[in-house]
């Protein structure tokens, strides 16, 4: 299999006694949008900060683009952009002066960062109408923290919890830009707590807990691996007493069986048809990530 343009192999983060990260693997090919999810301390930013070569891995190694992360870092933040779980920005500064600071920073010629920055506003819809950073909603600080994190036209992005803590439609918005970044071809990292823009955006996706791997792949090999696939089956009968296959629920004159047995299901359609009553509706009900994440964590589920 052809190495990806992200290679993690036996990473591991220690502070003092505590394991944040322990013997993590995983691959991403170019151009995936790759999400990592796991409950508050799993040791998500951790990993970013890692990737990004803020913080020093214990043990264990990362490659981008072949490149080592702990050798060949400067090389490597050409063409890396990362966005902070919490991005402090200069709140006197404007938008454009601010974007146009970092440019400066990554060495883009004059000329080119401004048509970059013009670009990137447009694209994230930023009008700043010459406020100060500082005076802008939570939103548009984020999309500001984006665009930083694009100035320098960057190929891999890490993003942690790039919509988190804002409105549904900025929300939204910011996912559906991520979108159109793997469209332009570029290779995403991001970190979530929202499990359905994590299944809508990701390729793959890993689950981490305690600083260790719980399962990786895509949404649907998860569902596979590890979601029940239940049978909801509604039927009419003009007498229910015989009934003895499973448990059921009379739902004012229509009774309900869930269930994970699909033997169940069939010797209910026959009982039924004995019984010259009807099938309501059958469906399938597919657990969602949300559903599966939590069970993986051990959260008992209640269904009702
Ligand atoms: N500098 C540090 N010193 C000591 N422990 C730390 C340090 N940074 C992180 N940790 C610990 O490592 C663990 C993983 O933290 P991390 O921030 O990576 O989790 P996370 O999955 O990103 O959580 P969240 O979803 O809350 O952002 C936590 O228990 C945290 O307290």
Known sequence: ????????????????????????SFSVSKGQIFGIVGPNGAGKTTTLKMLSSLI????????MKGLDVSNDS??????????????????????EDYL????ELYSVPKDRAKKRIRELL????????????????????????????????PDILIYDEPASGLDPMTSRYITDYVR???SSGKTIIFTAHNLY????????????????LVTLGTAEEIRKEYGKIQYRLEFKVDNIDGYIIADFKDMD????????????????????????????????IVPSLEEIFLELMGVELFVD
């Open 74 to 95: 400067v090389e490597i933040k050409s063409f890396l952009g990362f966005l902070p779980e919490e991005s402090p920005l200069y709140e006197s500064m404007g938008v």
């Open 253 to 284: 004159g229509t009774y309900v069986v869930i269930t994970n047995d699909i033997n169940v299901v069939n010797q209910t359609t026959k009982w039924v048809a004995s019984e010259g009553g009807d099938i309501v509706e059958m469906r399938t």
């Open 100 to 103: 146009m600071f970092f440019a």
């Open 122 to 153: 447009f694209d994230l819809a930023l009008n700043a109408d010459g406020k100060k950073i500082g005076d802008l909603s939570k939103g548009m600080k984020r999309k500001v923290a984006i665009a930083r994190s694009l100035i320098n036209d």
């Open 180 to 182: 159109s970044l793997k």
């Open 56 to 63: 020093r891995p214990t043990s264990g190694n990362i490659y």
């Open 197 to 212: 823009q994590v299944e809508s955006l990701c390729d793959r996706i890993l689950i981490l807990k305690n600083g260790k």
């Open 1 to 24: 299999m052809e190495p990806g343009i992200i290679e993690v192999n036996g990473l591991r983060k220690e502070y003092g006694d505590f394991v944040a990260v322990d013997n993590l």
